[in-house]
Each structure stands twice: as structure tokens, then as C-alpha cells.
């Protein structure tokens, strides 16, 4: 299990010669890192006067980044099992659900702008960078399991999710990059 190893293991097993790490993890790691930044700004945020106004909302998005941050762990070594089980289902459920929740954690980016730390926006936007790169990343396992597994309903269902949840992961991180852009250059 990953999420107890050293990140410096993880990176060596997903460099090395191995069919496990892979992408899908990786899509993981990185929906976790985003959901983590989400959680730092919060908690550099809670307990400053500046922002007491906003301190309930902001408890109730760390509780959901915490939540996601978890999941996203989770994920890492779920998606290793399933491609060493060679289940495909398996294989395909990670990605997707990796897709899902990043979706899920990106839309907490948006508040964090006019509720966070100010002095932390620019990871706010790392946050959204890193969800969206998730996202993608893991549409790209989906596909290709989809691929594999070959079953045509299916593939059209959850295609159709995927592609509407990746317009608005785009528009909401590029809304997200152009304010905290504003914010930066004053």
C-alpha cells in the first residue's frame, strides 16, 4: 500500500520497470495533492480575523477536501490492485471515480479566492491546476479501458458524464487562473 510508503518509493516503483504504479495512480496522486492544497489554505485561513465572517463555509470545504484528499489516497493503491488483478471493471472504475472527484474538488477552488488567505491564492490556483491534470490524466485510463473492455453502452454512459464534467473542470479552472491572475497583478 502506497499511502503508507515514502513518497520517494512511490516515485521509484513508478519509474522503474513495473506494471504497477502507473498513470492511473499517478492521476490519483495528483487529485490528492490539489484536494491537499485546498485543505492548507483553509486551515492558513481559519482563526484570522480577516476572514472570521467566512469561517463556517470554510470548515464545511475542509471537511469535503479532507474527505476527497482521503479518497484520492485511496485511489493510488486501488488502481495498482486493479491493474495487477487484471479486471478490467476494476481498472476502469478507479480512473473514472478519479475523474468524479476531481470534478467534485475543483468546484471548491472558485470560493476559496474571496474566502482564503489571500496570501495563499496562488496555491489556490495550483490546486486547480493539479485537480484538472487529474482529471485529464485519469479520462485517458478511462478510455483506454473502455477500449479494452469493449462494451458499447456502457462506454457511451459514462462518455457522456466525462465529457460534460471536462468542459466545466476546464471553464472552472480557467476562471479560477484568470482571477487569482488579476489578484496577483493587482
Partial sequence: MYKNESLKK???DLSAKLPAPGGGSAAALSASMGAALISMVINFTLGKQKYLEHESALKKILAKSEKLRQEFLNLVDLDVVAYKSKNLRDALNVPFM?????YEGIKLCPDLIKKGNI???SDVAVAAALLESAFVSAYFNVLINLKSLGDYKLSKGLLKELTHKERLIKRVRKLTEEKIGKIIRG
Avoid: G, I, P
Fill in 10 to 12: 512511490y516515485l521509484d
Fill in 98 to 102: 478519479v475523474c468524479r472527484l476531481s
Fill in 119 to 121: 496570501n495563499l491564492v
